[in-house]
């Protein structure tokens, strides 16, 4: 598992409370490479000359293209506000939060799970932090993100919220 460096501090945002990008396993880009070399190597095999290397100068850097595609997303607490996947939510209306082990998750993304929450689910990361809002005016009864240290999202959300939190 890779952690990849925070996002750079600014002079008009301040420091993020936390911040995690929840890019795939780095192993799994030897997997694309490998997965890109074989397709590449199927093109090959029907084309004499120059041409046959097309296939190795686009299949390989379109499977790895894909894998930092999806793992883009990033969590992030600062200045009040929680930001998953491009969506923010005050901290304002955030409410209690819970941690959801991976042995749990298929509970809390099947039966469990609201239609109308927001969900940044990536399957590679193992628990989930589910965030209540309770700002009725919002679309949403609560968030479920996919985080690598969910107790470290719960703890900036308790600092940075306005009113205290219950675990």
Known sequence: MSERLPETDSATAGPAAFDERLSVPVWWYVLAVGIGVLMGAQIHMGYPGLRSWIGYAVMVPLCVGALWWAGRSRVTVRDGRLTA??????????????????????????????????????????????????????????????????????AAIAAQAPHPQQS
């Open 85 to 154: 996947g491009g969506r923010e939510l005050p901290l304002a209306a955030a409410g209690v939060t819970d941690t959801v082990v991976r042995a749990d998750k298929q509970q809390a993304m099947g039966p469990d799970l609201d239609p109308q929450a927001y969900v940044l689910h990536r399957a590679w990361v193992g628990p989930l932090v589910r965030v209540q809002v309770t700002d009725p005016a919002a679309g949403e009864p609560y968030w479920v993100l996919s985080t690598r240290r969910p107790d470290a999202l719960r």
